[in-house]
Structures are given as C-alpha cells and as structure tokens.
C-alpha cells in the first residue's frame, strides 16, 4: 500500500491533539514510514508576512495570503511549503505527484514574497512522521480514513470545512461515524 499523495482523515476515535479531526496530506509513504502535513489547523497568531519578517525577507510584491498551518508535532520550528505541481525551486522540491509538491527551502518563500511561487500554496511548521508500519497499524484500527487530494480540498479557503469536506468525497456523512471501533 502506497499512500503518497493521498489524505487521511482523522476518525474520531483518533482523538486528542494534535489529530482531532484532522486531515493530513501525505508527501511520501513507503516500508520506511510515512510523513505528512496537517492542512486543516490554522498556526494561531502567525501569518505569513509576520513569517517573512521574522526571516528578513521582503515582501515586495503584494500577492495572495498565503496560510500558515500547524503541519503536525514534530520539528515545529521547521517551515514546508506544500504547493502545486507548477512550481519548481531550485532546490529541496519533493515532487509528490503531477499535482503536489514540497519544498523546505526559503527560496520559495523568497519567490512567493516576489509574487514568482507556485499557482496555490500552504505553509506548514512542523510535520506528521510515522515509524515503518505505524501508519498501516493505525489504519487498520480505524484511526484514519484515506481518500484522493484534490487542489480545493488542500488550499481551499475554508479549513474548518475540510474535515467533512474529504468525509464528503467518499461519501461518508460525520455524523454517523463513532468513537468505538470494531471488526465483522
């Protein structure tokens, strides 16, 4: 099972922090583990110009805002851009597919502030990481679903609706989902 480039949604048996209804985009899976980004949580009292200051980097072209996102807990103080296929720097970009990539490079960010970065874009501090095998283990005991990324879903403007958002794509209706797993 290869679930690069796929979402996983928290199921709410997961619970707790930091995955309590979460949707995490997931840039590389192998047999060695897994690492993704939240991108649903908004980073509280951070937006990106406040980022771009704290690194001395000039914002001299006004472009779009672009979010700031808890991107999971590990590494916090480590920033990903994860962006659209379009773009690509001119080093550190993981390619996840057509659509997505990652870059952890401040070049990107130097491009975004000069309005030259990628068609869509999220920031994220800090990442998800699975050991070999602890995602598969989690899955299987019901702690996420999966379900295709789509562009809207991950830099869709509205993060409080992305949760039921992915449920949505596969048909699924939150409110019958429950805290309690079991098998047949």
């Known amino acids: 099972m290869n679930l690069t480039g796929k ?5 709410p048996g997961l619970g707790g922090a930091p995955f309590e209804r979460s949707v995490v985009f997931l840039c590389a899976h192998s047999a060695k583990g897994a690492v993704g980004l939240i991108v649903n949580k908004p980073a509280p009292d951070l937006s990106f110009d406040d980022l771009l200051e704290q690194l ?17 807990p590990v590494e916090h103080g480590r920033g990903f851009v994860l962006h659209s296929g379009d773009y690509h720097g ?7 597919d057509e659509h997505f990539a990652m870059t952890a490079t401040l070049d990107i960010l130097e491009d975004i502030a000069k309005g030259r970065g990628p068609d869509a874009s999220m920031l994220a501090l800090g990442y998800a990481g ?21 562009s809207e879903l991950v ?15 596969l048909g699924v ?11 047949a």
Not at 90 to 96: A, E, F, I, K, S
Not at 155 to 169: E, N, R, V, Y
């Open 7 to 11: 979402l996983l949604i928290a199921m």
């Open 56 to 72: 001395g980097i000039d914002r001299t072209r006004r472009t779009r805002d672009i979010k700031v996102h808890y991107g999971g």
């Open 90 to 96: 001119p080093g550190g970009t993981l390619r996840v």
């Open 130 to 150: 699975w050991g070999p095998g602890q995602l598969e283990s989690e899955i299987r005991r019901n702690g996420w679903l999966t379900c295709d990324a789509t």
């Open 155 to 169: 830099f869709g403007a509205g993060d409080d609706g992305k949760w039921t958002g992915a449920l949505a794509s």
């Open 173 to 183: 209706d939150p409110r019958i989902l429950s805290t309690a797993a079991g098998r």
